[in-house]
């Protein structure tokens, strides 16, 4: 008898096992689902056809990220800094050692919330396309938004809308954004008397 009763235990015990292993429990924040980041510095992003922001690291940053963890990333890395946004303390430039005309090169700019604990958005600026690899450095140019660019046709789409997002005719400076949701991305072409610039949004998914 003791020795059935083993063996109705290691059966349960068995089927336990495989159905956790072959049916995971889903939770409503995807973290059952397998995760793999590309580091936007070392990897051509623009070769996974399907890739969403949140899939994106920069400088080894990810949104799952406060504010104190990616101040302790960029620490670590001799060729970068962190400036906060002397407007918002949970708002930081990224900046370059190298300099210009006697400034830092601005490569980024990153959006945490209030409580500075959801990181919800990383503007790449133009000067971060030095760290960009193969036809993601594309993503900074005027291509990025021209329909008949093979970057549009391969990778980016077309936006689901264009918002005008600043308009100061007085000191001629206006941006519009265009949204696409297939990625997570978004695009800011700004507009001044100097000309037209191209920036380059990863959007957390939590805040598109």
Request: charged residues 25%; without cysteine; proline residues 3%.
């Amino acid at each position: 008898m003791m020795k059935r009763k083993s063996y109705v235990i290691a059966f349960m015990s068995f089927l336990v096992t495989f159905y956790v292993t072959a049916f995971p429990f889903k939770t409503d924040d995807g973290s059952n689902q397998k995760r793999t980041y590309k580091e936007i510095t070392k990897t051509d992003i623009t070769k996974y056809a399907t890739i969403k922001a949140n899939e994106i690291l920069v400088f080894g940053i990810s949104f799952k990220m406060e504010i104190n963890e990616a101040l302790e990333i960029v620490d670590t890395k001799p060729n970068i800094f962190f400036r906060v946004d002397p407007f918002n303390d949970n708002r930081y430039y990224l900046y370059d050692i190298e300099k210009i005309d006697g400034k830092n090169i601005p490569l980024a700019y990153f959006i945490w919330d209030i409580n500075g604990i959801v990181l919800k958005e990383i503007i790449l600026y133009k000067g971060f396309s030095k760290y960009l690899v193969g036809n993601s450095r594309i993503l900074l140019t005027i291509d990025v938004i021209n329909k008949n660019a093979d970057i549009v046709k391969t990778f980016m789409g077309y936006p689901s809308s264009k918002v005008t997002s600043l308009d100061l005719p007085s000191i001629g400076v206006k941006s519009f954004n265009y949204y696409y949701p297939n990625h997570n991305f978004k695009v800011i072409r700004n507009f001044s008397d100097k000309g037209s610039s191209i920036a380059f949004g990863l959007i957390n998914a939590k805040s598109f």
